[in-house]
């Protein structure tokens, strides 16, 4: 058997031992029998761990990236598109909706995957409420004021809620720069 057929079938024992897929004491027997006596065991079992910790490193930031850019397409749809209007609006919100569901799912697992859809969403809805309020309410600027206003507090109750310290602070902040936009006019 070649050495990296060997080293192939060790990992995965390894991989067993650490998942617990087989009693600890059976991956022990097959790794000294495929190590034919030598104590590598226990160095290929940490090798295996690092290979699939880092495995496993390279597919989060690969899916954090993908939806990091799958909402700057998004929200550069909203202001790029002229035409068929009701399409980016359409994705957006299906798209704030799907990352609302995912992390409130993840939430549980307390994986960094869900505040990083909450900011997401939070970005998408700023955007679907700038873009609603350009294509259909553009003769009223108070209501974009309104439109803000109701994202900052949205930001604020749920960094309140959730106990995400960067809601509070950016629902807290434009909710001041709102007020003194109105002080100064």
Same mark, same amino acid.
């Given at each position: ?16 031992? /650490?998942? /617990? ?31 699939? @910790? ?6 989060? =930031? ?10 700057? %397409? ?30 409130? /799912?993840?939430?549980?697992? /307390? ?13 998408? @809805? ?29 930001? %604020? ?17 434009? =909710? =001041? ?9």
């Amino acid at each position: 058997m070649s050495l990296q057929r060997k080293q192939i079938i060790m990992n995965e024992i390894a991989f067993w031992k /650490k998942n /617990k897929l087989l009693p600890e004491h059976y991956c022990d027997f097959l790794l000294a029998l495929y190590a034919q006596g030598e104590n590598q065991g226990n160095e290929l079992a940490e090798n295996a761990s690092k290979a699939v @910790l880092a495995k496993t490193q390279k597919n989060k =930031l690969l899916l954090y990236t993908i939806v990091g850019l799958l909402t700057a %397409l998004l929200l550069a749809s909203l202001f790029v598109v002229t035409t068929a209007i009701f399409i980016p609006i359409i994705l957006v919100a299906i798209a704030i909706l799907s990352f609302l569901y995912i992390a409130i /799912k993840l939430v549980k697992n /307390k994986s960094i995957m869900a505040p990083l859809l909450f900011v997401f969403s939070a970005l998408l @809805l700023l955007g679907l409420s700038f873009k609603v309020w350009d294509v259909y309410f553009v003769d009223h600027p108070l209501l974009l004021i309104g439109l803000i206003f109701g994202n900052c507090l949205l930001w %604020l109750f749920s960094g309140l809620l959730m106990k995400l310290v960067y809601f509070s602070i950016s629902g807290i902040l434009g =909710l =001041l720069l709102i007020i003194g936009y109105f002080m100064i006019n």
